[in-house]
């Protein structure tokens, strides 16, 4: 087999940039292999099929979502600034937004299983210390402030909504604190 002059990552990283700015139903493997100057043969010699592609992009945009929110938590402000950072993501990374969050996700059945998949299990345990309230009670808020959150980033992902930074950071500090408020 001949060397590769393009690389695995590269590949991804040029299918995660075109998903950004089009879309996800933008990236195939021509499109990709256009955008590079390269052949399709280099995306199927790390990809056995299109599938396989999609399931690495939508593995990087997990991961870039990750870094986008842990980047921008504060801890004397855990759930809060994770509820802003949320709608941020949406509002400045819609197509990955609505890669990650707008298709039927496997295993998520339950309100409890949306908090394993996207429930920070470490910063639950510090608020329950710092607001004096269970560790499940802190759960609840949670799941609320995550299901809160998602429609106020939704409705800014569909263009439903042309909210500012600072109305939405202000929303979503009423919300969390009318749901600790129920939780005491």
């Known amino acids: 087999?001949?060397?590769?002059?393009?690389?695995?990552?590269?590949?991804?990283?040029?299918?995660?940039?075109?998903?950004?700015?089009?879309?996800?139903?933008?990236?195939?493997?021509?499109?990709?292999?256009?955008?590079?100057?390269?052949?399709?043969?280099?995306?199927?010699?790390?990809?056995?099929?299109?599938?396989?592609?999609?399931?690495?992009?939508?593995?990087?945009?997990?991961?870039?979502?990750?870094?986008?929110?842990?980047?921008?938590?504060?801890?004397?402000?855990?759930?809060?600034?994770?509820?802003?950072?949320?709608?941020?993501?949406?509002?400045?990374?819609?197509?990955?937004?609505?890669?990650?969050?707008?298709?039927?996700l496997s295993g998520l059945n339950s309100f409890n299983d949306i908090y394993e998949w996207m429930g920070d299990k470490q910063a639950t345990k510090q608020l329950a210390e710092k607001l004096s309230l269970t560790e499940e009670k802190v759960k609840e808020v949670y799941i609320m402030l995550i299901v809160f959150t998602h429609g106020v980033a939704t409705m800014l992902a569909t263009g439903g909504a042309n909210i500012s930074n600072e109305e939405c950071a202000a929303i979503l500090e009423r919300a969390y604190n009318a749901f600790v408020k129920a939780q005491k």
């Open 1 to 104: 087999m001949p060397k590769q002059t393009v690389s695995k990552e590269e590949i991804l990283k040029i299918a995660l940039q075109m998903t950004r700015e089009s879309g996800f139903a933008s990236v195939n493997a021509r499109s990709v292999a256009k955008r590079m100057g390269y052949s399709v043969q280099p995306i199927y010699s790390y990809f056995n099929n299109m599938e396989a592609l999609k399931e690495n992009v939508y593995g990087a945009a997990m991961e870039f979502y990750n870094e986008f929110i842990y980047s921008r938590v504060k801890e004397d402000g855990i759930l809060e600034s994770m509820a802003r950072a949320n709608v941020a993501f949406a509002k400045y990374e819609t197509n990955l937004f609505k890669l990650l969050f707008f298709q039927k």
